[in-house]
């Protein structure tokens, strides 16, 4: 009898009127709940419960009564609790049942336009802290490879060089063949007006050693190595691979971002002279296959337009943008929370990231270049 109850049910015109009595627990409520979920429907839009014989309430019992809500909601009404015991008063109050809850849909408050602003604000303040203390660290670590070189994972380094060196020369070198082809091609028709076909040899050299070879190898670098890079810490980090390092004592830094860094700078610069030959050899189909130029006049009009310090400009260049790629790459995946959506995020967020800063920093050397060299 402890752990019985019963449950009346009477139907009027007007209302529909329960009648509890009874221990309201594990044991009885499954039945009551079914006889609920078979009353005849639709239901009056009034239900009135009657709560003065219910002896005992557990939070098993407190499903009646949300089930009563719902079925007054669905209705369109309301419910009515009468001679509510002490004890069923306190645990309704203590789950939050005593009260109907407040009528109309949550309404989300968007927030306003400073507001916005200032969460924006906020986070890129702590974007550029984070990055700074980033920087700090990677620049703390490969100074103390200059005093204890052999601190440095040289496998992994020559492994890194591969990756993002080696088995980026058929893009690499693709790419930069279409783009001398391309741009020999469109200067041709313009210099042809002028009886000055030999000059394509000089536009297509120039442009490329000291614009458009370190700017599109970095791109490149960007789309795959950089991408990789992020999401190979950012996976570590979601697997809490990093953690792991930190609890043993070692520096993540020295281990995972020491050699991406090393090896990216080393290679990048050396792929970019590939891609300067590749475009001179895409010109240099054009300026012989259809502007009647011998080979070795286009030889000879590259060489002379070309200076070492252009050669070596563009290697510098080449070697600040590997800099920049290698590091925000790293940077990205260790700001990874959560799950795999968020190892994408960073991913995506390293390429595009790493393009604006090499783009921003040519802007930045071309306009040192042309104070320098008048």
Known sequence: MKNTADLDISIGSDALTL?????????????????LEHVPRPLPQRIRVDLGGVTRMDDCGALVIMELRRMAGASGGELEMERTPDHVRELLDFLRLDSPPEPGPIRRIRPDLLTRFGEKTMHVVDQAASHVAFVGETTTTLASLLVRPGRLRLGDTVSYMQRVGVDALPIVGLISFLLGLIMAFMSAVQLQQF?????????????MVRELGPIMTAIIVAGRSGSAFAAEIGTMKVSEEVDALITMGFKPAMFLVAPKVIASVLVVPLLTVFSNLFAIAGGLVIGVGTLNLTLNAYMAQTMSTLSIFDINWGIFKSAVFA???STVGCFKGYRVRGG???VGQATTSAVVTSIFLVILTDSILAVILRYWRP
Do not use: C, F, K, M
């Open 19 to 35: 009648t509890l009595r009874g221990a309201l627990n594990l044991q009885s409520v499954p039945e009551i709940l079914d006889r």
């Open 195 to 207: 009886g000055a076909n030999i000059y394509v040899a000089s536009l297509v050299a120039l442009a």
């Open 323 to 325: 800099l920049l790629i």
């Open 340 to 342: 795999a959506a968020s």
